[in-house]
């Protein structure tokens, strides 16, 4: 970008509220409205992020929402044509609560052990795939 570009709107972080903001801002004003978006990072989404880790999707960030209150989103996903799928809401047989007390025990389970984050993630890819 040269120094004596003229921007009508400058908009800092390019996770989702950047992004939203900047489709709204075009969307309304048109392809004439001149927008820079500045990312810190080498990509664009914020705390939202999908990973693969053998043949396993991980959602970094939310996972889930209620079609019935949330209008607006629903409307962007339709609009965007993104699609969703079923996420099974909490119940106690989704919970490893019974299994594992993390808070209680500072990540520790009852010999000892402490859980680095790929343990973490897979308990959670564990509880997800006893409720299929």
Same mark, same amino acid.
Do not use: V, W
């Given at each position: 970008m040269s120094d004596s570009m003229q921007l009508d709107t400058v908009i800092i972080g390019g996770g989702i509220t950047g992004l939203y903001t900047c489709y709204q801002l075009l969307k309304q004003k048109g392809p004439g409205h001149k927008i820079a978006l500045f990312e810190k990072s080498e990509r664009f989404g914020g705390r939202i992020e999908t990973i693969e880790m053998d043949g396993f999707l991980a959602e970094f960030g939310p996972m889930r929402f209620e079609k019935k209150g949330q209008p @607006?989103?629903?409307?962007?996903?339709? #609009?965007?044509?993104?699609?969703?799928?079923?996420?099974?809401?909490?119940?106690? *047989?989704?919970? @490893?609560?019974?299994?594992?007390?993390? #808070?209680?025990?500072?990540?520790?389970?009852?010999?000892?052990?402490?859980?680095? *984050?790929?343990e973490l993630l897979s308990l959670g890819i564990l509880a997800c795939s006893r409720t299929k």
């Open positions: @607006l989103l629903m409307s962007l996903i339709q #609009e965007l044509k993104l699609a969703t799928c079923y996420f099974p809401p909490y119940t106690p *047989a989704t919970n @490893l609560e019974a299994l594992f007390d993390l #808070e209680k025990d500072e990540g520790r389970i009852s010999h000892g052990h402490q859980f680095n *984050a790929l």
